[in-house]
C-alpha cells in the first residue's frame, strides 16, 4: 500500500496586465527617410489579445506607407516546421486572410556571426532581407534561471528568429555554459 502525504488544495490567481488603448500607436512618429516600398517583420509571441493587438500594429504600419508581413518567432515550436508554426498562429487566431498581410513560415535561416566560445547566430533569411523588424513580445521571468536578460525581446531574436536551428544552437550552447548565454 502506498502512504501518500498530506495535500491540501491550492488556488493561484496569476497576474493578468490589462490591454492598453492601442490609439495612442497612431501619434507615433515615423522617419520621414522611411521609404514605401520598404518591408516591415513583425514576431510575435503569446500574448492576451494578440491577434487584436498584431492587426492593429499591422493596419498602423500599412497607414504609414509600410509593407508589413508576418514571420513566426517561434524558435522550435509548433514542432520545428513550417506547418506547426502556421498552425499556432491560427490557433491564436493569426492567418494571412484575417491579418490581411502574408505570413512567411519557413525554417529557412542563414548564420550571421558567432559569439566567441559561444553558439552560432541564426536569423530568418526572411527577416534578414526585410528593410525592418518590429517585435511584439511579453516580457517575462524565465522558467529556469534569474539574469539581467531572460525571456523576452532578445531572446525573441536570437532564439525566435534564428528557428529551429538557431534555438538548437543556443539550447546545446546553455547546456556546456550556463543558462545566461542568451546575454
Known sequence: ???????????????????KDLSALS?????????????????SRNISKI??????????????GLKPFIIPAMGSHGGATSDGQR????ELG????????????????ECISEVPKGPR??????AL?????????????????RADIESGLCKMLTIGLGKAKG????????IKNGLKIIE
Open 1 to 19: 500500500m502506498i502512504k501518500y502525504p498530506e495535500m491540501a488544495l491550492v488556488k493561484q490567481k496569476l497576474y493578468k496586465s490589462r490591454s
Open 27 to 43: 501619434s507615433l512618429p515615423v522617419d520621414d527617410s522611411i521609404k514605401l516600398e520598404e518591408t516591415v517583420v513583425v514576431g
Open 51 to 64: 491577434n487584436e493587438i498584431l492587426c492593429y500594429c499591422l493596419n498602423f504600419l500599412k497607414t504609414k
Open 87 to 90: 498552425y499556432v498562429l491560427a
Open 94 to 109: 493569426i492567418t494571412e486572410s484575417a491579418m490581411g498581410v502574408p505570413v512567411v513560415s519557413d525554417m529557412d535561416v
Open 121 to 126: 547566430i541564426y536569423i530568418s533569411k526572411a
Open 129 to 145: 532581407k526585410a528593410d525592418y523588424i518590429v517585435i511584439i513580445n511579453r516580457i517575462k521571468n524565465h522558467t529556469k534561471f
Open 167 to 174: 534555438a538548437a544552437e543556443f539550447h546545446q550552447c546553455a
